[in-house]
């Protein structure tokens, strides 16, 4: 934090160097843009920390690539309204971080850092990364399905989706509208708060944390349950004992809305087959399988059944207020178990779906670990809205759970 | 429809060419690109029509600018989804049209063709005037606030506002994300239903209108009726009258949903300043008065205000559902009264912002005028989604409406 701003590009770029080579998170950086950014930044309330920025937001110092050979050479003009707050706050924006093709699937080339041989999880995959290396402080993520609370499980480190539409998403791709939501992964909590005090705009609010639990937890294991690994059951069943010990919890059934698993896949891929129209009638030779198939499945879907799967998540989305009379937050699987070896991809969405949907706040904590030892997370999420407070609790959760595990990084 | 594609093009290009001098609605276009882009079109079912496309929206074709001096050398890599979606339904797109500045209210050059003296609304300016002089037959247009409904009403065409996410955004400029919404206008509403079953996409829609009347009307002089010139008055009593003969027409009370105009301005504003945070910060010496005072009334809201006004606007979407009960349409005030002349600005947006704040389809009508003979339109709404039947009804209260008055366009 007193770091020089010229110290500051310098440490950035020895860590940078000593990870990137093994790890893969970045897209793009630039050592002497670095260091005269660092020259060049205002005093603000981020001044110290330094950003990552996922490759399907516009910069326009780097290229802005989407994950997809299309967008190669894509220069944008200007940077989204996200990174500028960031940089008029004081950050320094060290470079651009992998993301699957469109946010989607397809992986891009980072690898999980307490692992090199498994997923850092998708689609943030380099955000996540270079946070859990030490990389970066902030990396800015976001999600339409799971892209942002699996890799913040797989990678060991704290994940914020906020509220639907609480960071303006000028100058992101996005992939389906009625869920793509931009957020952050950093190292703890503290961090996040602070990033989003910012990122909140279009002014940045007074930072402000207050550790404190919330009054009542619902232990959600969802409908999915079955689906998870043992790795995932314990780590629930662990943090809710550990929070158990300060505040009631009780369990939460939730099994009557299964049905929001499929119409999460029928808004998505409906919203993705419009959202790539271009690239899909333009470009479609340059698209991966994966993508191509989302397009395609989107494409067979009539519009009526799309607009009633929008109608029963805005249903959904006025009943699940209810729940929030009852329990303050929510504690829920953040993925099915530990990061996937990397030839199985970036792992399964089910454990984000139903949230994504229904537009509400999550927190990603680390601090568990599955049967390898690799990092499991679990998520606390609240009603629509009540982001403030989240953030609160989760500082106060965040010192109920093990001190995270340093990644085992050898020297790239 | 029948024109062979080089004559499509040539005839495109003649009709530019003598009324654009005058009018100014485009920014770009290219009689050689035109002739290349007619004999490479497909064929589909917009085979034969041709498209100007509001300058807010990319294109690979041509630059798109926003209307705004920063953007003046942006080349987009690609083609957004809608005018994908068009190009790929076999329309011709003949160039760029006139926004104002990011679709705010700083005018551009365009004038209104029934009269050279006189505003063609805001802020699709191009679009709404290169439709009425028959230079395109699909204007691409969007509104926030009033920027679509308005220059329709201004030039005497069709203007179909969509329900809120019926076209996907992908590739356009968003000024506010919560109102943000594109449609077209058009000389007639069969036109208008050809656009929209294309653009609802991804896959075109079986082309479908039936001119039928709705069951029961309402209308809805709303509470800023006093704010209405004597024009509008008139025009909205006429249409009134004229439907009444063939289907009840009932008055209809809106006088608690006054706070709507200035929930709808706090968003906006809200919301575009966070969206032009990048030019804020970085290109501020090149906004407008204008623009710069809606960025710095939307930084002055404090958050919790802006979140209020979205949760009230939420509750008023609930409510008006009741409304739709009781009647299947509604007519309303399109606009304050005929166009206002070029010094005095594009025009007031007051008898939009409920609809839009609604997110409620809307289809002005062109076909009666005001005390200078000069265009004055009438809205037609429907319940959300309900977009299907408003066209079916908007058919039939096109033909009970005088003839439309033609332009008195000179030789440029």
Known sequence: MSERPADMAVAATARIARHEPRLRAFTSYDPVRLRQDAEAAPAGPLGGLSVGVKDIIDT?????????????????RNDAACVALLKAAGALCVGKTVTTEFAFFRPGPTVNPHDVSRSPGGSSSGSAAAVAAGMIDIGLASQTAASLTRPASYCGIVGFKP???????????????????????????????????????????????????????????????????????????????????????????????????????????????????????????????????????????????????????????????????????????????????????????????????????TITLPGLTGVNGLPVGVQLLSRFDGDDDLLDWAAWAEKLLPLRPAPALGEG
Chains 1, 2 share one sequence.
């Open 163 to 361: 509220s639907y539409g609480r960071y303006a998403l000028a100058g992101v791709k996005g992939l389906a509208p009625s869920f793509d939501t931009l957020g952050t992964v950093t190292g703890d909590v503290a961090t996040a708060a602070r990033a989003d005090a910012v990122l909140r705009g279009p002014v940045p609010a007074s930072p402000r944390l207050d550790a404190r639990p919330p009054g009542r937890i619902g232990l959600c294991r969802t409908p999915w349950w079955p689906e998870a690994e043992p790795s995932t059951w314990k780590a629930v069943e662990d943090a809710a004992a550990r929070f158990r010990a300060a505040v009631p919890v009780d369990d939460v059934d939730l099994a009557d809305y299964g049905a929001a698993a499929d119409l999460h896949i029928t808004i998505m891929s409906y919203e993705a087959a419009q959202a790539l129209t271009w690239e899909y009638a333009c470009r479609r030779d340059m698209l991966s399988p994966q993508v191509t198939q989302l397009i395609e499945t989107g494409r067979a879907i009539p519009y009526e059944t799309y607009r009633d799967a929008l109608r029963q998540a805005s249903l959904l989305r006025q009943r699940v207020q209810a729940l929030f009379d009852r329990y303050d937050a929510l504690i829920a699987p953040a993925a099915p178990g530990e990061a996937p070896l990397l030839e199985h991809g970036t792992g399964s969405p089910i454990f984000s779906r139903l949230w994504t949907l229904l537009r509400l706040p």
């Open 60 to 76: 326009g110092d780097y290229p802005t690539a989407h994950g997809s050979p299309i967008y190669a050479a894509n220069h944008p």
